[in-house]
């Protein structure tokens, strides 16, 4: 396993992102030559406005009704936390790279399979949390 060093955007962390097939991700963006070098093992790299970014998954569901749990979320302390990172925090991550091939052909991939947050920007929800003044319930 390895680490690598970014900034986080449109991460699903301790809640799987279920738009299509349930996932744990984090797109990273990280520097040109971190990028570069990714690239040239085959994995795919997203240009962002932010810059480049690798992205790492933790697919739910595995093979024969398996079901993966959740990359483990820490602080700089090493103490696990439940919380949504926001887009542009500081985070390590810990991941696997794998290789295979199946009926589509040859396949890689970056297994995420832990993070540590560095600098928490928020995450901000949309709750309407700014409506309520104090002793007003909404």
Known sequence: MAILEGTAYWASITTPNTTFEPVYTVNLVVDDETANDFASRGH???QMDEGPAVILKR???G???MIRPA???MD???QDVSIAVGNGSKIKVQY???SGEGKFGPY???DLQAVMITEL???KNGDGEEFVTDGEEF
Do not use: F
């Open 44 to 46: 795919k790299i997203k």
């Open 76 to 78: 700089a302390s090493k």
């Open 71 to 73: 990359p483990r979320l």
């Open 121 to 123: 920007v928020p995450y």
């Open 59 to 61: 697919k739910v569901n």
């Open 63 to 65: 093979p024969n009704g």
């Open 108 to 110: 890689k991939g970056l």
């Open 96 to 98: 696997n790279e794998y």
